[in-house]
């Protein structure tokens, strides 16, 4: 029988004369393979433009691996060890695995084959040389990268506003007029990223790859490039591992390559600081923000019923010097009401906002209700638990353990009367079939009523926990401020047109449904609401 014989390939860039490394090699293989009248050609496995410090991304060899592990191959070939893997502990790995699976790996220029007795020892010595190399590999290419990037070199890809050609960029006038525009919105006009992003998307203007949408992200992003005034900072990402070729943002770990009036600016310099000084003023240091994250009690919490998205807040300072709040849905915020976009996509939502000061009236008299007839409410949820406990104590098990006995009395009895010579063996074995047959099904009525015990007993301890939950209801309320008070007891809201919300608290095992109606202005309200069935 013919040993089944594949060759894995692979060259780390696609340049022209690697990629005519990579032909004149499956050529080699091949002809090599089929020259072999004891072996069997299956494939050739070759990887093209991927580096060999990982094994997950390389697609041909992890097809390799599938074949071997479906018994498809029994012998591997390959040139040298650092095109199989340039990471000691992926050769390893792999080769073990492979020759569990009676798969052998030759290495054809190191002279290795992992069937040989001291296959793995040399193995290991290789593939720590190999993997030595790539990390001397590596520090040459940074090396290099770095050395081009102080001459002014751009790495990286093209930005809205300049076009990216051999490591030079040129200003795309069409862009650099709606970059210009964006930064005097912002500056200029006071505009927030919000709005800004709304603006461009209404106007039909396309951000630079036609598919992403205009964003507050996108927007702050720009304002903060240090390209649009003419000046380049590199290796504001580092790949600190290379064996893993992960990124990660450079935070400090590195030297930021930063050339000052390196390329055409589209801005002026004034425009640039007056931007960067707005920035600073606009946002909120870690300590602020650490503030307003934790200022209000439904950040996060409340959710749109008719397109599933988050609200989130919108403040304004009022002429008498209050401050207005209210929670919106923000993918009205980002596209107004419902439309259908230029890509025939719908998009905005017609829900309603919410006053910050209405939500907290609702919620607080909801709670007030709640803690006013929690007897009644308790009375019901203990009522319940007591039919869960007594459906608990019906479904019982007793009797189906005792048929499982009998059934095992009769089989002894089978037994004894075959060896008394009273039934053959045969007739014992069918009716022993019998009864185990019975048995299994008996134990499956048993595990069927244990699972509605449990599924009962299991309900019966949550209600039990929004009892205990309701009991201290009052405690929570009495002298702790509101804010607080909604924080503990409120999961979430999920608010709907027509002035209707769900109310979800963490002690009612159910939400609360509710139509309102508020009126006032500058702060004070009134609040009015019913319940709804559920």
Known sequence: MKVKVGAYCRVSTEKDDQVNSLQSQKKYFEEY?????DWEFVDIYADEGISGTQAENRMEFQRMISDAKNKRLDLILTKEISRFA??????????????????????????INTLDGDGELRLTIMSAIAQDESRKTSERVKWGQKRRMEQGVVFGRELFGYNLYKGALTVNEEEAEIVRLIFHKYTIEGKGTHVI???????????????NRWSNTVILRLLKNEKYVGDLAQKK??????????????????????????????????????????????????????????????????????????????????????????WRCSHARSYGSIKIDVNGNQVGCNNKSINHIVLGKIVKSVLYSINSNKEKIISELVSEIRKLNKLTDIKSTDSFTRKIEDLNRKKQEVINLMLEGSISKDDMV?????????????????????????????????????????????NQIEGKDSEEVFKLTVKKVTLFKNNLLELYLTCMPEPIKLKYRSKGKNGNYSVEYSFMDN
């Open 237 to 326: 990402t580092i790949t600190p591992n290379y064996l893993n070729h992960k990124k990660k943002y450079n935070r400090g770990e590195e030297e930021i390559v930063y050339i000052k009036n390196h390329h055409t600016p589209i801005i002026s310099r004034e425009l640039w600081d007056e931007t960067q000084e707005q920035l600073s003023q606009r946002s909120a240091s870690k300590e602020q923000k650490s503030k307003y994250s934790n200022k209000y009690w439904c950040s996060g919490k409340l959710l749109c019923g008719e397109c599933g998205s988050k609200f989130v807040g919108r403040s304004k300072k009022l002429k008498n010097g209050e401050v207005y709040k209210a």
């Open 33 to 37: 393979i089929r020259n072999n009248p």
């Open 197 to 211: 992003a709304r603006e461009l998307y209404e106007d039909n203007i396309q951000t630079k790859s036609y598919k």
């Open 430 to 474: 069918l009716m022993n079939k019998r009864y185990d047959f019975e048995m299994n099904k008996v134990k499956t009525d048993i595990k069927h009523i244990e699972d509605i015990n449990l599924i009962n007993s299991g309900n019966a301890d949550k209600l039990q926990i929004y009892i205990d939950r309701i009991n201290s209801l009052v």
């Open 86 to 111: 340039r990471n000691t502990k992926i050769s390893i790995d792999y080769t073990r695995m492979l020759k569990e699976l009676g798969v052998g790996v030759i290495f054809i220029n190191d002279n």
